[in-house]
């Protein structure tokens, strides 16, 4: 099955700086790819996602970028602010008999300083 | 507030024993999946629902089982519960069956004792 890798497990920035977090998949029939924020106590939140026929996409100071051949996809968020600090999630999925699973990244622990 | 609704937010139960989870999707979805959260193994996809009939399963252990309503809300059963189901049990939803956005709930944590 599907098995997706996510680094760095944590990583703390300065606040106004960039941060990056990068995934790799194994299943090249993914097509699908979206990152969720998680904060402590709450539920995954879908920050942004991606499909096979785009390359990357922005939303404010949130980007994701796939390389497709290279099967890793990367979220980019600039100047971090202290509430961008959670657990983030990359996942990927791929059409399965009509449905759609969600395989995750082990997350990364963003902790943005002041 | 993503729109999804848990039941129970808190679970504590003894081993051996049966409980049931429940969600309320957003409204106009008609996908609705399980997710369980534990510290060792992440986030892993248990079953989905779409408009009342299963669409995909994960490593759903055969003790677990789920369903979804004419109502679209669904119910996530867990029986013989042991020490190691302790965790976190997401319901999220979507729109369609595949590659839509789905939005989790807030989670129902379990505790089995």
């Known amino acids: 099955g599907e098995n997706v890798e996510q680094h760095p497990s944590t990583l703390s920035v300065q606040e106004g700086d960039s941060a990056v977090i990068k995934c790799t998949y194994s299943?090249?029939?993914?097509?699908?790819f979206p990152w969720y924020k998680q904060e402590l106590g709450k539920g995954p939140q879908l920050i942004i996602d991606i499909r096979s026929n785009v390359g990357e996409k922005k939303d404010q100071r949130i980007a994701v970028t796939l390389n497709k051949t290279a099967k890793h996809f990367s979220l980019h968020i600039t100047e971090t602010q202290p509430e961008d600090s959670a657990v983030y999630f990359c996942?990927?999925?791929?059409?399965?008999?009509?449905?759609?699973?969600?395989?995750f990244g082990t997350g990364t622990q963003l902790k943005v300083e002041l | 507030d993503s729109g999804v609704t848990q039941t129970p937010k808190h679970l504590i139960t003894a081993t051996g024993q049966r409980v049931t989870l429940r969600c309320s999707p957003r409204?106009?979805?008609?996908?609705v999946y399980w997710y369980q959260q534990s510290l060792d193994q992440g986030l892993q996809f248990l079953i989905q629902y779409y408009n009342g009939e299963e669409r995909a399963k994960g490593n759903i252990l055969e003790r677990f089982s789920a369903q979804q309503f004419p109502d679209l809300h669904s119910e996530l059963n867990l029986s013989s519960l042991e020490l190691g189901d302790s965790a976190l049990y997401f319901c999220a939803s979507s729109i369609g069956q595949r590659n839509t956005e789905a939005f989790f709930g807030q989670g129902t944590r379990l505790t089995v004792v």
């Open positions: 299943d090249s029939a993914s097509n699908y």
């Open positions: 996942a990927a999925s791929k059409l399965t008999g009509g449905g759609n699973k969600l395989t």
């Open positions: 409204s106009g979805d008609l996908s």
